[in-house]
């Protein structure tokens, strides 16, 4: 079992910035595809971000392409979502996932493509 612990939101007006954080455990996170989602009331999941376990790629959804960033720090199980010049149709809770690939370059968009999945952290933007 992994277990996934986002943190970091919280309430900004519109053109602010945030930094979520998404701790792993429970399993070697050096070989994980890690995937940002995020949601609101009645609606479907949506892709974010995503990145492979060697880091080097990464797949953005076109609303937050330019505005946001996805990396990880292997050494601290940790993958972060800096996210600038928020608008509120940022607003959701935002959800970490986490996925098992030989493939240093895999990366999924898809929330089937997923087999972990943290708690979410909500993320708030004013007009």
């Known amino acids: 079992q992994v277990q996934l612990v986002e943190s970091g939101g919280g309430l900004v007006q519109a053109g602010g910035s945030l930094r979520l954080s998404c701790a792993a455990s429970?399993?070697?996170?050096?070989?994980?595809?890690m995937g940002w989602f995020r949601q609101t009331p009645g609606k479907e999941r949506e892709f974010v971000a995503a990145?492979?376990?060697?880091?080097?790629?990464?797949n953005y959804a076109d609303s937050v392409k330019g505005r946001f960033t996805i990396s990880r720090d292997n050494a601290k199980n940790t993958v972060y979502l800096q996210m600038n010049s928020l608008k509120p149709e940022d607003t959701a809770v935002y959800y970490c996932?986490?996925?098992?690939?030989?493939?240093?370059?895999?990366?999924?968009?898809?929330?089937?493509?997923?087999?972990?999945w943290g708690q979410g952290t909500q993320v708030t933007v004013s007009s």
């Open positions: 429970g399993r070697t996170f050096s070989n994980s595809a």
């Open positions: 990145i492979s376990w060697s880091g080097s790629s990464t």
């Open positions: 996932a986490a996925t098992y690939r030989r493939s240093a370059y895999y990366t999924s968009l898809s929330a089937s493509g997923y087999n972990y």
